[in-house]
């Protein structure tokens, strides 16, 4: 897996301190790309049990973050790769996915859901789609999204 360039306008920070994050600013990028549902408290526990976490900064402004939930050697999968619209088409995500896939040598495992529309994106970085993924459904917008028609 190759590492696209770092864009030099920006910080890149891998496995920060997470207690210097503005959490605050993360929901609110979540919001921005309409993945509502979630609380500042419960985004910081979900990063802090996270095996890799990178946060990409404009000045002192989060403006990209994503992370990788695994077991450690085995199993892993990326989460929450999130880019300020306002920044996307930069490379940016690109640089997400592949930097924390580089974290992931010699796991037998590695997948990630994506957002609905993203296919193109991910299968231009050499991801795969998969055969064999389930999903159980926590309500009826997941079911819609990312199942298929019985």
Known sequence: MIV???????????NPDL???????????????????????????????????LFIY????????????GDGRYYAMLADIVVDPDYQGQGLGKYLVSA????????HFVNLSAAPGADRFYKNLGWKKQTTAFIWPQGPKQLRQHCEKD
């Open 100 to 107: 924390l896939n580089a974290q992931l040598n010699n796991y």
């Open 4 to 14: 696209p360039q770092k864009l030099p306008a920006y910080e890149y920070h891998i």
């Open 19 to 53: 207690t210097g994050i503005n959490w605050q600013r993360v929901l609110e990028l979540f919001q921005k790309i309409n993945w509502k549902h979630r609380l500042a408290e419960e985004i910081e526990k979900a990063f802090g049990m996270s095996t890799t976490t």
């Open 58 to 69: 404009h000045g002192d402004i989060i403006i990209a973050f994503g992370r990788v939930v």
